[in-house]
């Protein structure tokens, strides 16, 4: 059974640009979570994602959203990049809203 | 402040050695979970506990609800083990499990 793919794996984009990323969790899975790790921050919880519907947020201004598919893959959107957004962008899936957690390999985005 | 605790933040043993690495956090919380993260980025679930103890392999996770405490044990430590071990729980007042709570980590080296 194919793990969390998180595509692409690393990403350089200036300044202002905006970016999306892309999480296909495993198999069956419904719930898709995001998650953003920095050196200064630590790992923070952006949002989650059930049957297509946006069902938690972390506390993230509105440049950061995000999408789920019927197909359960989700996207998520980072609009006008700024340099502290440089981080590794984590997505993790799971059979129901509280199941354990499997992780992606993370997108790693540099904002120059 | 960072609601959940980890202790130590760094942590160097020799092969063989049993380790526990600790975590405490404030409040009532729905469940545990115990990752691990290689230098890549991708991060492995090992444990995901709300009450007692669980064991895979050679490792061990415990919690005390009463006490706001867990700890990872690693018996037999092996250099393999070396890695970023995070703590992160699902506070009980959050509607999803996957709304974490992360600690800031204890970087574990074993030295053959």
């Known amino acids: 059974k194919a793990g969390v793919t998180q595509t692409p794996r690393y990403l350089i984009k200036t300044r202002g640009q905006q970016v999306t990323l892309s999480c296909s969790p495993i198999?069956?899975?419904?719930?898709v979570s995001w998650y953003q790790q920095t050196p200064g921050q630590g790992l923070q919880f952006l949002f989650e994602?059930?049957?297509?519907?946006?069902?938690n947020k972390g506390n993230f201004p509105g440049r950061f959203s995000g999408r789920q598919f019927s197909n359960s893959r989700s996207e998520m959107n980072v609009s006008t990049l700024e340099l502290g957004d440089s981080a590794l962008y984590l997505c993790?899936?799971?059979?129901?809203?509280?199941?354990?957690?499997?992780f992606g390999n993370g997108t790693r985005l540099t904002v120059t | 402040k960072n609601e959940v605790e980890q202790s130590p933040q760094n942590l160097t043993a020799q092969e063989g050695e049993f380790i526990t690495i600790n975590c405490s956090y404030s409040?009532?919380?729905?469940?545990l979970h115990w990752l691990q993260q290689h230098p890549g980025g991708g991060i492995v679930s090992l444990f995901m506990?709300?009450?007692g103890k669980k064991k895979h392999g050679r490792l061990i996770a415990t919690i005390n609800i009463q006490e706001k405490h867990s700890s990872l044990h690693i018996t037999a430590s092996h250099p393999r083990d070396s890695a970023v071990y995070i703590c992160?729980?699902?506070?009980?007042?959050?509607?999803?499990?996957?709304?974490?709570?992360f600690g800031e980590g204890t970087q574990l080296t074993v030295n053959p």
């Open positions: 992160a729980v699902a506070y009980s007042e959050e509607t999803s499990g996957s709304r974490l709570t």
């Open positions: 409040v009532g919380i729905s469940a």
């Open positions: 994602y059930f049957s297509e519907t946006q069902r």
């Open positions: 993790a899936s799971s059979l129901t809203r509280f199941g354990p957690l499997h």
């Open positions: 506990l709300s009450s």
């Open positions: 198999s069956g899975h419904r719930s």
